[in-house]
Nanobody, 124 residues
C-alpha cells in the first residue's frame, strides 16, 4: 500500500505563489506517474498537472499552463507543484495521486493512490 501526504497549502493573495509537496511511501515511487488534481466546491475533479516516473514527460491543463510547474525528486519520493500568479479561481482542495502503471494521463480514474488533499485559497 502506498501512502501519499500533501503539504504546502494555505491562504494567499491573488498574484502570489505557493509550492505544494507530496511525499510518497514505498520503494517503487520512481516507476509511478504522479498527478496533481484539484476540486473546487460544486465542481468536478480536474487534473492540473501530471508527470511520468522519469520526469521526462509532463502534462498541464490549459488553465494553468505558464503558471504552474510540476516536478519530482525520486530520491526523496516527492512530487511538487509550484503555483505562481495565483488567481481566485485556483481556489480548491489539491490532491496528489499515483498511477502504478506509469502512464501519463489526466484521467482521475486511472490513478490508484490518493492523498488526503490540501486546501489552497486565493483571495482577490
Amino acid at each position: 500500500q502506498v501512502q501519499l501526504v500533501e503539504s504546502g497549502g494555505g491562504l494567499v493573495q491573488a498574484g502570489g505563489s505557493l509550492r505544494l509537496s507530496c511525499v510518497a511511501s514505498g520503494r517503487t515511487f520512481r516507476s509511478y506517474a504522479m498527478g496533481w488534481f484539484r476540486q473546487a466546491p460544486g465542481k468536478g475533479r480536474e487534473c492540473v498537472g501530471a508527470i511520468r516516473g522519469s520526469g521526462g514527460t509532463i502534462y498541464y491543463a490549459d488553465s494553468v499552463k505558464g503558471r504552474f510547474t510540476i516536478s519530482r525528486d525520486n530520491a526523496k519520493n516527492t512530487v511538487y507543484l509550484q503555483m505562481n500568479s495565483l488567481k481566485p479561481e485556483d481556489t480548491a482542495v489539491y490532491y496528489c495521486a499515483g498511477d502504478v502503471k506509469g502512464v501519463l494521463t489526466p484521467r482521475d480514474e486511472e490513478y490508484d493512490y490518493w492523498g488526503q488533499g490540501t486546501q489552497v485559497t486565493v483571495s482577490s
